[in-house]
């Protein structure tokens, strides 16, 4: 795009044709995923309360499935939906260069800079196509714990047939612990994410409409 | 249009402006609560209307079918669960059972028969001296409950494999299913009945069975769920038919292979 570009020439340009902050596959795996963690988390907290890890179990009422095999039978469904969506998502975010457009580089100095901004609730968002670094940082941090939370999920379902992966973890119980921990980041990270989208309900309409 | 020029790309100048002024009800907004609420719809009829109803009920055990054959496509009849050196042993092992520990059956061991039937050619039943007299191996291996604890045991038996060519088990038949002295029950796959470390347990940790493992006789399975390994086992039935379970038939999934 050349810097004498007429207004025309901007409603043609795929850059900004129509203002797409999110295309169409980032808001479909967005809440299909969203779909998904709420019914794996859920039914998850269902399940710890069957054998606990540490001293409290989740209350009831925001559990899922009623019981142990009900919340498994959600769990053992809800999870083909989050690996193929995941899966999708992750696959088209390499291919598309989303990721590489969207999260990278991450600079440290610059996460320092954007937590203080934030902090002090003087973080701005005019541009939301662009992440400050510190949505990079939770962004790629919550993809990280996406895909830690699946191997160490696959380690305890298939701790013989997927052995190898399961000796990854430290073992099955550890793999259990670990699973439980990438739940509380991702846990963590909805806290903030659904936070904010308050905040700056824009960025709730950009994920709906697209812009 | 001048206007939208010098706007930042990627943001509706209209909405822009709302944002600074807090001008309330947003439209954002409002589609936010939207969500939210059918995100809260979603919750509470997940954990109410749809888990006990018929339909979502009948949908889940769909998926819990597909499960099971996907299971089946993972499990490798010739990998085997790891084993531990006798100091790993969990000490004391915990009992589990959906009866408290003094409700364990008693069965009398000199009046104990195995029933053998189904597709197999010799149906005689089997003294426990008999059973004790068939070559055993001890395998020191990690029980995994559906509930996510795990131990590890030492269990010493006979492969079933072994038993079941000695009475001529059709084994190309789907399932084999086993009945306990109490009346619970399991059925499970025929290449899972011949995996090399799948057993009929007399001994734990190098005792006769005590009662509440499941005396005389358990099947250890290790590359299944606990509530897969059946305990007082008084019957054994080769089978095309799907004779279920205690658990599998409350909504337990059927094949829970690890």
Redesign the interface.
């Known amino acids: 795009m050349t810097s004498v570009a007429t207004d025309r020439d901007r409603a043609w340009s795929p850059a900004t044709a129509g203002g797409v902050i999110h295309p169409l596959w980032v808001r479909l795996t967005h809440w299909i995923n969203a779909i998904a963690m709420v019914v794996m988390i859920g039914s998850g907290w269902q399940i710890y309360n069957a054998s606990p890890l540490f001293g409290f179990t989740f209350p009831r009422g925001i559990t899922l499935g009623g019981w142990l095999a009900g919340a498994l039978l959600w769990h053992f469904a809800a999870m083909w939906l989050l690996v193929v969506n995941g899966m999708i998502y992750v696959m088209l975010g390499i291919a598309t260069g989303r990721f590489r457009k969207k999260l990278f580089p991450i600079r440290p100095r610059q996460v320092v800079a954007d937590l203080g901004a934030a902090l002090a609730l003087r973080l701005r968002h005019e541009d939301l196509s662009i992440y400050n670094a510190v949505q990079k940082l939770l962004y790629l941090g919550v993809i990280l714990a996406g895909i830690v939370i699946v191997l160490s999920g696959l380690s305890i379902w298939k701790p013989i047939q997927l052995q190898e992966l399961t000796a990854l973890f430290g073992g099955y119980d550890a793999a259990r612990y670990v699973h439980f921990f990438a739940m509380a980041t991702i846990v963590g990270f909805l806290l903030v994410h659904i936070l904010l989208a308050v905040i700056v309900p824009k960025s709730f309409r950009a994920m709906i409409v697209g812009r | 249009?001048t206007r939208?020029?010098k706007a930042?790309?990627?943001?509706?100048p209209k909405?822009?402006i709302r944002?600074a002024a807090k001008l309330l009800p947003?439209?954002?907004?409002r589609?936010?609560l939207r969500?939210a609420a059918s995100?809260g719809a979603?919750?509470v009829l997940?954990?109410c209307d749809i888990?006990?109803g018929p339909s979502a009920e009948n949908?889940?055990?769909v998926?819990?079918r597909f499960?099971d054959g996907a299971q089946a496509l993972?499990?490798?009849p010739s990998?085997?669960?790891?084993t531990y050196p006798e100091s790993a042993i969990t000490r004391p092992f915990p009992f589990n059972a959906y009866y408290s520990e003094d409700e364990a059956p008693e069965v009398d061991a000199a009046s104990y028969r195995l029933e053998v039937g189904g597709l197999v050619d010799d149906t005689k039943s089997w003294s426990l001296g008999e059973l004790y007299a068939l070559p055993q191996e001890k395998q020191i291996t990690?029980h995994?409950?559906?509930?996510?604890?795990?131990a590890i045991g030492s269990w010493t038996g006979a492969r079933l494999s072994d038993f079941l060519l000695r009475i001529g088990a059709d084994t190309r038949a789907k399932y084999v299913w086993f009945r306990c002295a109490e009346g619970y029950s399991n059925t499970i796959d025929m290449p899972t009945a011949l995996h090399p470390q799948t057993q009929m347990t007399f001994r734990f940790d190098n005792e006769i069975l005590p009662v509440k493992y499941g005396f005389p006789m358990k099947i250890r399975i290790?590359?299944k769920l606990g509530f897969k390994n059946p305990k007082h086992v008084v019957a054994m039935h080769v089978t095309n038919k799907d004779l279920g379970g205690y658990?599998e038939d409350?909504?337990?999934?059927w094949f829970s292979?690890?």
């Open positions: 249009m939208l020029r930042p790309p990627g943001v509706d909405l822009l944002d947003d439209p954002a907004r589609q936010f969500g995100l979603l919750a997940t954990g888990v006990d949908a889940l055990r998926v819990s499960n993972l499990f490798n990998k085997l669960a790891p990690r995994v409950c559906v509930e996510g604890w795990s290790p590359t658990w409350q909504g337990y999934n292979g690890l």
